[in-house]
């Protein structure tokens, strides 16, 4: 999973180096956003100098996944304390999200948010570390770095660990086509739709499933 994380957190140091950002913003924006595709989005508007409430609205819009996660989460953290909701809603990630759903679906969980928490915490300390090499290195990384190949088998290998039955199957499939074929839209909308209507179709599948 780090593999994938890595080279992302670099190639995102010398982004925000190369739209204007200082390296302590740089630095700042994975310290405390802690979101790849919205740090590099906001990057490029922050360079464009796009005023900061159209940044912020471009964020929660691309993070709107998220809310999917939480709710998939939700039922597994609801007698956790307030505390623990909170630092383990700001680690809360695409590749934790895949990690920790599996963990909590094997059962046995009085001790699983604590999987969580150190699953989060490896990927920030992983995210930090990189987006510090990227920024000392600066333009010394090259444009050729295998993001664009790191990145999707990262996925990939959370993906396929989850697809256990056939409503999962479903999702995954439908939330794909629809994320390919609706790709040309802005801000990254085909994405949130894909997601979306893939827990639709899950949803469907499986209630078909248990009426049969």
């Known amino acids: 999973m780090l593999l994938g994380v890595v080279p992302f957190g670099m190639i995102f140091g010398a982004v925000a180096l190369s739209v204007g950002m200082t390296p302590l913003a740089a630095q700042g924006f994975s310290l405390l956003i802690f979101a790849g595709s919205a740090q590099f989005i906001a990057a490029g508007l922050v360079g464009d100098l796009v005023p900061?409430?159209?940044?912020i609205a471009t964020i929660v819009v691309?993070?709107?996944?998220?809310?999917l996660y939480s709710a998939s989460m939700a039922p597994y953290l609801a007698k956790l304390p307030l505390r623990w909701k909170l630092a383990l809603?700001?680690?809360?990630?695409?590749?934790?999200?895949?990690?920790t759903i599996t963990r909590y679906r094997r059962g046995r969980l009085e001790h699983a948010h604590w999987y969580m928490l150190g699953t989060g915490m490896t990927l920030w300390s992983t995210w930090q570390i990189s987006t510090a090499i990227g920024i000392t290195l600066g333009t010394r990384v090259p444009q050729s770095f295998?993001?664009?190949?790191?990145?999707?088998?990262?996925?990939?290998?959370l993906l396929v660990p989850t697809?256990?039955?056939?409503?999962?199957?479903a999702a995954a499939a439908g939330a794909g086509v629809l994320a390919i074929a609706l790709h040309g839209l802005p801000y990254r909308l085909g994405l949130l739709i894909g997601a979306m209507s893939g827990v639709g179709i899950g949803m469907l599948t499986a209630r078909r499933r248990d009426g049969a």
Do not use: C, K, Q, Y
């Open 89 to 99: 809603g700001w680690l809360l990630t695409d590749e934790a999200f895949a990690t």
């Open 52 to 55: 900061s409430l159209a940044i």
């Open 146 to 157: 295998p993001l664009d190949f790191a990145v999707p088998l990262t996925f990939l290998a």
């Open 62 to 67: 691309v993070n709107l996944r998220h809310a």
């Open 163 to 169: 697809l256990v039955d056939r409503p999962s199957l």
